[in-house]
């Protein structure tokens, strides 16, 4: 086998298609990454753009994040119609095409790519601006963090998706019990404090 099979995989036949089915455990890195990148970057974007308006800002996260999560609502209520009306391949070109003809699918699936390449750098960008921040001494080699994580990516989804989905689990399951930890280590803290919790860093007077 050449280093570029071993590296992507062999090639498979479409009678084996049934046993790359994945299950619940692949599906959440392989399919649920983008929600789960927006909810460690997202807040921190919306308070990243408050900051000039002061502690006045505080006072619109509720409505940013109330909207955040109607729009999730409705995401998951059209998910919920299309994965019942299209069983077994749903995608937005298929719905599209099927529904409203075919410039809207061709409309859907440029739309797609754009977001997925947008939603590539950004998660990316994010994740290795955290990881400078929390190592200063890698500042000067983040351009190349950058390409590195995403030549990874790209070679992990070029397996297939029941191969990233098993490769992408553990950080995925980290990251999500990581997420949970602390929320519960701040309810848990404000609950002692009556609500104020005493800052990390006081801030100036």
């Not at 919920?80 to 070109?93: D, E, H, K, L, V």
């Not at 200063?136 to 995403?150: E, M, Q, R, V």
């Amino acid at each position: 086998m050449s280093i570029l099979g071993w590296i992507l995989g062999r090639r498979l036949a479409n009678q084996e298609q049934s046993q790359r089915k994945i299950g619940v455990f692949e599906a959440v890195p392989a399919m649920g990454l983008d929600g789960l990148g927006s909810s460690a970057y997202g807040p921190e974007a919306a308070l990243t753009i408050l900051i000039p308006l002061g502690a006045a800002g505080l006072g619109y996260i509720g409505p940013i994040m109330g909207a955040i999560v109607g729009l999730l609502a409705v995401l998951y209520l059209s998910y919920r119609q299309t994965i019942a009306a299209y069983p077994s391949n749903g995608g937005a070109y298929i719905v599209s095409r099927e529904n409203l003809g075919r410039n809207a699918s061709l409309l859907a699936a440029s739309a797609l790519m754009v977001d997925y390449v947008l939603n590539v750098a950004v998660g990316i960008s994010a994740g290795v601006g955290a990881l400078v921040s929390a190592l200063p001494s890698l500042h000067a080699y983040t351009l190349w963090l950058c390409l590195g994580i995403l030549l990874l990516v790209t070679v992990v989804n070029l397996r297939g998706t029941l191969d990233s989905g098993r490769l992408f689990a553990l950080p995925t399951y980290l990251f999500v019990v990581s997420f949970l930890t602390i929320l519960a280590i701040g309810v848990w803290k404000a609950s002692l404090s009556g609500g104020q919790p005493s800052p990390a860093i006081p801030p100036p007077p």
